[in-house]
Each structure stands twice: as C-alpha cells, then as structure tokens.
C-alpha cells in the first residue's frame, strides 16, 4: 500500500450475513469496485464462517477480505478462538481488533487488544485497531486521554516497523448504529491528534492510514474523506448494501481527484 496515504475503505459486516445473500453483495462490490482508480483501496471484513466464500468470490478482484477479531493465542486449547493465521490460511488481508463492541460486550482490556494486534501482524495481517470514546466520556473532556490510552498500550508493544503495517480506525462509540456522525470537525480534530501520536512512535508511522468509523453512509462520506487526517472508513451498516458501500468508496475516490 502506498505510503503517499492512499484512501481505504473497509466494510465491517458485524454478525450479518447468510450464504446466498453473501454471494450477491460480494459479487457486486468487486464490480463496482474495478472501476475505482488504484489509490482507492477496498476491503471486506465478514464474519469467520464466511471467509472461505469471501476468498471465492474476491480472489482475482481488487477487493480484499479480512476478519472481525482474532485471538490473542497463536494456538492451543482455547475453544472458539479463531488464530490469525487461520485467517490468513483464507487469504485474508485485514483483521479488526478492539472494536468498541468487544471492548464493551467480551471485556476486552488494551493489552488484550495490543497483543491480539501483535499477533494479527506476525502472522502477515494488517491489523486495523480501534479506538473510541463514549458519549460520557465526551462530555467529559476525556477523549483525548481515553484514546491515548487505547492507542498507547497497541504502540507500546510494537517496534517501529510493526507499528507502521498497522491501520488506526476511530469510531466514536456514540456514533456507532445510532445515525449520529461526529461533524467532520469533530472527526479530523481526534485524527489529528492521533496522527501527532503515532508520529511520536517513529516517522515510518507518521503516515499510518486512520479510518473514521461511525455512521458514514454516501450523504456524508466525501465531506469527512476531504478532512486532511481522515484516509477512509471503517463501514458498518452501509457496508451490507452494495450499492451505498460503492457510493462511500466512490466518495474516497472524488476526494483524491480533487486533491491532485
């Protein structure tokens, strides 16, 4: 991937999906996805049951597919774990770690979630960590101490060539599934501050791309890509219908042209 901070957009299908209407969706998002330009790039991350199918249907395309979670074991008896390279056994490029619904639901603390990061990158996956804040938190003043937090306990166990294969994606746990965007002030404000963090870890991880997460849909998408720390998104419900998850990767693509 280019370090000239190329533009990505990942779905995120949650726990959605079932075999034939997979089929549709995927076959339709490679379509659509050729005619983007090769600084646009495109990814799907399904859950672990549809990872074989997401390889079928993807291989050959420009799409990539990766998972939702990955364990922090490389192997053993850990029942319903999944290890990293089973993934990548799949041809997977991605693996979503700390999303804040398995901070929330799984109890997920920060050096769970870094080593869960150290494991997807020594198995060949790119590893797009999340973080966020609640409302509360918000409201509170604390974003930025809580996603320093976050951020701090992935880099820390991470040399400087690890940390710059890794992707950052903020989603604000406020604007998760509730159809609240944060403003793409609100938005590029935490980004920048997360740029500055990780250009404290190395000038190799000054450029590492940061997603914004949190209700993007096609109405919205161009204004919060055209911010200048803002590189794509991590796609949640858009992400389940092909025609508004184009339309957002379309959205990455007018920013880029309208920037050169």
Same mark, same amino acid.
């Given at each position: 991937?280019?370090?000239?901070? /190329?533009?990505?957009?990942?779905?995120?299908?949650?726990?959605?999906? +079932?075999?034939?209407?997979?089929?549709?969706?995927? %076959?339709?998002?490679?379509?659509?996805?050729?005619?983007? &330009?090769?600084?646009?790039?495109?990814?799907?991350?399904?859950?672990?049951?549809?990872?074989? &199918?997401?390889?079928?249907?993807?291989?050959?395309?420009?799409?990539?597919?990766?998972?939702?979670?990955?364990?922090?074991?490389?192997?053993?008896?850990?029942?319903?774990?999944?290890?990293?390279?089973?993934?990548?056994?799949?041809?997977?490029?991605?693996?979503?770690?700390?999303?804040?619904? +398995?901070?929330?639901?799984?109890?997920?603390?920060?050096?769970?979630?870094?080593?869960?990061?150290?494991?997807?990158?020594?198995?060949?996956?790119?590893?797009?960590?999340?973080?966020?804040?609640?409302?509360?938190?918000?409201?509170?003043?604390?974003?930025?101490?809580?996603?320093? %937090?976050?951020?701090?306990?992935?880099?820390?166990?991470?040399?400087?060539?690890?940390?710059? +294969?890794?992707?950052?994606?903020?989603?604000?746990?406020?604007?998760?599934?509730?159809?609240?965007?944060?403003?793409?002030?609100?938005?590029?404000?935490?980004?920048?501050?997360?740029?500055? =963090?990780? /250009?404290? =870890?190395?000038?190799?991880?000054?450029?590492?791309?940061?997603?914004?997460?949190?209700?993007? =849909?096609?109405?919205?998408?161009?204004?919060?890509?055209?911010?200048?720390?803002?590189?794509?998104?991590?796609?949640?419900?858009?992400?389940?219908?092909?025609?508004?998850?184009?339309?957002?990767?379309?959205? /990455? &693509? %007018?920013?880029?042209?309208? /920037?050169?």
């Amino acid at each position: 991937m280019s370090r000239e901070r /190329a533009k990505l957009v990942v779905g995120n299908w949650k726990m959605h999906g +079932r075999i034939d209407v997979n089929a549709g969706l995927l %076959t339709e998002v490679a379509a659509g996805a050729s005619a983007l &330009q090769n600084d646009v790039y495109v990814g799907v991350c399904v859950p672990f049951p549809y990872v074989g &199918q997401a390889q079928a249907l993807l291989s050959g395309s420009v799409v990539r597919w990766g998972v939702q979670d990955v364990s922090a074991h490389a192997h053993g008896a850990y029942t319903g774990e999944v290890a990293a390279d089973m993934a990548t056994d799949f041809g997977s490029t991605y693996a979503i770690v700390g999303h804040s619904e +398995r901070r929330a639901y799984h109890f997920e603390g920060p050096e769970l979630i870094a080593e869960k990061a150290r494991r997807a990158l020594d198995a060949g996956l790119t590893p797009i960590v999340c973080v966020g804040e609640t409302l509360e938190e918000r409201d509170e003043g604390l974003t930025q101490e809580v996603i320093a %937090t976050q951020l701090d306990a992935v880099l820390t166990v991470l040399t400087e060539e690890q940390a710059a +294969r890794i992707v950052i994606a903020y989603e604000p746990v406020w604007a998760i599934g509730t159809g609240q965007s944060a403003t793409a002030a609100q938005a590029q404000e935490v980004h920048a501050f997360l740029r500055g =963090k990780l /250009a404290a =870890k190395g000038a190799s991880v000054a450029n590492v791309l940061i997603l914004y997460g949190g209700s993007v =849909k096609p109405e919205n998408a161009q204004e919060l890509f055209g911010q200048q720390d803002i590189d794509g998104g991590l796609i949640g419900g858009a992400s389940l219908k092909s025609k508004d998850f184009l339309a957002i990767c379309q959205a /990455a &693509q %007018t920013v880029l042209q309208k /920037a050169a």
